[in-house]
């Protein structure tokens, strides 16, 4: 599986445009980027996924680099409740069989946000 | 829609004790997964199950054991708890490109 890099920890106030990077250099062609974040004592929630064109939705927006070797999770304005930690994934798509659908969860990015 | 539901919420063990986890989905859904997350760490994939009546073993399979009882229920087994698996279980659904998550069991084996 291609490898994901995200910072430790980022901090943010509330209401104000929240970036969060993710490496992913060695991305194959047929490589999703997915976003997942995980509020504090809660499972896992989908936040948005894309493969080569940013990608918005009521949640957040997506940008990817032209390269796709990296991509940034916009939060257009942090709440309390954006405070969690977030995920980058990739999953490929091409994966046979049984695997497909597979995520693979690294350490993700602790995301604090203050009043 | 409940969507994915799990039992219990929490449970403690002594080592060498046997329980089930329980986990159903209502959204109809043909792939099931089960992780754990230890305290500070990303998820890991201990199996899943692309339909029913099929399982697979992901990256931590060791000590377990799944039933796909039917399309909604997916149950995870320890024959013989061990305090390496303490940790908190979660099981998800996915449709299309997204997976749904269950709010977890707490397990603590002593």
């Known amino acids: 599986d291609a490898k994901t890099t995200q910072p430790n920890s980022m901090e943010s106030n509330e209401e104000e445009p929240v970036h969060l990077p993710c490496n992913h250099s060695?991305?194959?062609?047929?490589?999703?980027i997915h976003w997942y974040r995980q509020l504090p004592s809660q499972g896992p929630e989908y936040v948005i996924h894309?493969?080569?064109s940013n990608v918005n939705n009521r949640m957040a927006s997506l940008a990817i680099a032209e390269d796709r070797k990296s991509s940034t999770l916009i939060l257009h304005r942090a709440t309390l409740r954006d405070a969690a930690v977030y995920y980058c994934i990739l999953r490929d798509v091409l994966a046979g069989g049984t695997s497909y659908g597979k995520l693979t969860f690294g350490q993700g990015t602790i995301l604090t946000v203050h009043p | 829609n409940a969507g994915v539901t799990q039992t219990p919420k929490f449970q403690v063990l002594k080592t060498g004790q046997s329980m089930t986890l329980q986990c159903a989905q209502d959204?109809?859904?043909?792939?099931m997964y089960w992780y754990r997350q230890d305290p500070g760490m990303g998820l890991r994939l201990i199996y899943y199950?692309?339909?029913?009546?099929?399982?697979d073993k992901g990256e931590v399979p060791n000590g377990y054991n799944v039933s796909r009882l039917n399309k909604r229920e997916f149950s995870l087994r320890l024959e013989s708890a061990a305090p390496s698996q303490t940790s908190v279980y979660f099981c998800a659904s996915r449709a299309r490109n997204e997976q749904f998550f269950g709010p977890g069991t707490r397990l603590t084996v002593l």
């Open positions: 060695t991305i194959s062609g047929t490589d999703y």
């Open positions: 959204m109809n859904h043909n792939s």
């Open positions: 199950s692309a339909s029913e009546g099929t399982t």
């Open positions: 894309g493969l080569t």
